[in-house]
């Protein structure tokens, strides 16, 4: 049976990657917060291999939380207890071989054997942590607190929703540039840089607000922002698919 996400493709800036898919998972009730920093502060801390993608000269760390459904094997189906929980990335923008993507310095997650397996398989920097998330009326609150033994100190803790009509983002704007990413890379233990591939309809989008009470993410990087992001967008979600990374 196919996707539901593969009933659209016009969108997608290259071909689907050949062979099957490898997983399937919903992304529900985002935030996606952004602060523009100098290239010289994250250059730095990515690996060779990857290029840093920039916009009018500015690089962009982006704060993600969200809710994660349904997350499944292409020909097996995982128990609720291990597919649904939710989750906080901490993420910039990079380039290899003319493919934008996405790069993690960090992901949260409370599902310890999601963890385990992203940080095994797809070589991710998943951290365990406690999480809360509830949506009411409208409003997404999140409570989130690494407890990774060893791990630096995580803290984050924001109430956000969407506001005004939902929306697809125009090419070439800045809401498509921050939120259209086809693929993620990562790097293994060797030093080798990893792409894995995923497709999703278009974010349906919506201008966001966000009240953040606590925002200690940045500091695991040695980086002092403010706690208030300068861009915020909201969006329900969308249903998804990824293929196994391989070495770029």
């Not at 000269?57 to 997350?71: I, S, T, Y």
Request: aromatic share 12%; with cysteine.
């Amino acid at each position: 049976m196919q996707h539901p996400s593969l009933k659209q493709q016009e969108h997608r800036p290259w071909p689907l990657p050949q062979g099957e898919h490898y997983m399937t998972m919903d992304w529900l009730e985002l935030a996606f917060l952004h602060w523009p920093l100098d290239p010289a502060r994250l250059w730095p801390l990515l690996p060779a291999g990857l290029e840093l993608d920039t916009r009018d000269g500015q690089a962009w760390l982006g704060v993600v939380p969200f809710r994660m459904e349904h997350v499944n094997l292409r020909r097996f189906q995982l128990p609720r207890a291990m597919s649904a929980f939710p989750e906080l990335n901490l993420r910039t923008y990079v380039v290899a071989n003319g493919k934008p993507g996405v790069w993690f310095f960090s992901l949260e997650a409370t599902n310890p054997l999601a963890v385990r397996t992203a940080r095994s398989k797809f070589s991710l920097p998943y951290f365990d942590a406690r999480i809360r998330h509830t949506l009411r009326d409208g409003v997404v609150s999140f409570n989130c607190k690494r407890t990774q033994r060893g791990a630096a100190p995580l803290e984050f803790q924001a109430d956000y929703s969407g506001a005004g009509e939902v929306f697809h983002a125009e090419p070439g704007s800045l809401e498509h540039w921050l939120s259209e990413r086809y693929c993620l890379y990562s790097a293994d233990g060797r030093g080798r840089v990893l792409i894995g591939e995923v497709h999703h309809p278009p974010w349906p989008l919506q201008q966001g607000r966000a009240v953040i009470e606590a925002n200690t993410v940045f500091g695991q990087l040695g980086i002092e922002l403010p706690s208030e992001p300068e861009h915020v967008l909201y969006s329900s979600g969308v249903q998804a698919i990824g293929w196994r990374p391989v070495e770029v």
